[in-house]
Each structure stands twice: as structure tokens, then as C-alpha cells.
């Protein structure tokens, strides 16, 4: 069934959330991409840069909880993200784009450096190697992103692709 397939490719996706492979999504984990985030590309936290992006991470945790943690324990169980997040997530992808906006703003100013909203296809590569996307993935994801191959990516183009991912079934 074409159902249980996409809940199979959400279940991988969990393990890209659960960044610490404790077996549970919690705040940790979005904090714990944030501090990875700003090591890799030697941004302090105390910066405007660092602090906006520890907000996105709290921001994109809220919005994942308040959609998928269904007791209210503060921990996204597998059962709780694939059950939670599968339905609502297709349902209403724009709602996704929207809790995961700041957090993705914020990494491309930490990653872009130079403010105009676009990043590098390297520096995309090195963002999703720090959040635990495999090396040939990653490679091949932010080379696909990059269609017109001017060797930057938008904001938008990464935000679609972000969506995508998590959305819907490739
Ligand atoms: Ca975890
Ligand atoms: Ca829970």
C-alpha cells in the first residue's frame, strides 16, 4: 500500500531528527544540531548569528511537538512521529515549511555568510553531512537543489526541498 511505503520513508526521516540516537526526539536533539551547526562553521552561540539559530532550533521543536507529541511528555517517540507527524505533515505541508522557516533562515545565515539569503552548494553539503545525512546523499541532494548550477542555492529552493523531504513521497 502506497500508505504504509510513506510511512516507512517518515520513519527513516525520524532518525534524521533524532540527532542523538537515543530513540526519542526531544528538545536535546534540535539544540544539539544548533550547537553541531555552529562548531562546523565557527559561529560562537553568543552571536546574533548563533542566538537566532538557537531560536529557529526551539522554534522547530515547539512546532514538532505541538503536532506530533501526543502525551505531552516533552519526547517524540517513533510511534508518536510516524502516527502524528505522517497524516498532518501530508495533509498540510505549508504548515511544515512554517515551524521549520526560522530554523533554515537561521542555518543559512550561519552558513551563507554574506546575508543574501542564498548559500553555497558546499556549504549545504557540510550542513547536511553535520546533520547526519550520509555523504553521497548529500552531495547529490545539494547538487540537485542547484539547477541553473551557478553554484548557490535560495532560500526558497532550500525550503521546498526541506519540505519535500519530510512531506511527501519521492
Ligand atoms: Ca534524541
Ligand atoms: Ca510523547
Not at 35 to 43: C, G, V
Amino acid at each position: 500500500m502506497v500508505t504504509s511505503e510513506y510511512e516507512h520513508r517518515i520513519a527513516a526521516r525520524f532518525a534524521t531528527f533524532d540527532q542523538d540516537g537515543n530513540g526519542y526526539i526531544d528538545r536535546e536533539d534540535f539544540s544539539g544540531a544548533a550547537k553541531a551547526l555552529l562548531a562546523e562553521f565557527d559561529t560562537r552561540a553568543r552571536s546574533d548569528k548563533g542566538q537566532a539559530l538557537y531560536g529557529g532550533a526551539e522554534a522547530f521543536w515547539q512546532g514538532m511537538a505541538g503536532i506530533a507529541d501526543r502525551d505531552g511528555d516533552q519526547r517524540i517517540t517513533r510511534g508518536e512521529f510516524v502516527n502524528g507527524a505522517v497524516k498532518r505533515l501530508r495533509d498540510n505541508p505549508d504548515r511544515f515549511a512554517e515551524i521549520a522557516r526560522p530554523f533554515l533562515h537561521a542555518v543559512l545565515a550561519v552558513a551563507g555568510g554574506d546575508g543574501d539569503g542564498a548559500v553555497g552548494v558546499e556549504e549545504t553539503v557540510r550542513v547536511l553531512r553535520v546533520l547526519g545525512v550520509p555523504e553521497e546523499q548529500a552531495g547529490s541532494a545539494a547538487a540537485a537543489l542547484d539547477a541553473d548550477g551557478d553554484g548557490r542555492i535560495g532560500e526558497e529552493e532550500v525550503m521546498g526541498a526541506f519540505a519535500r523531504y519530510f512531506t511527501v513521497p519521492e
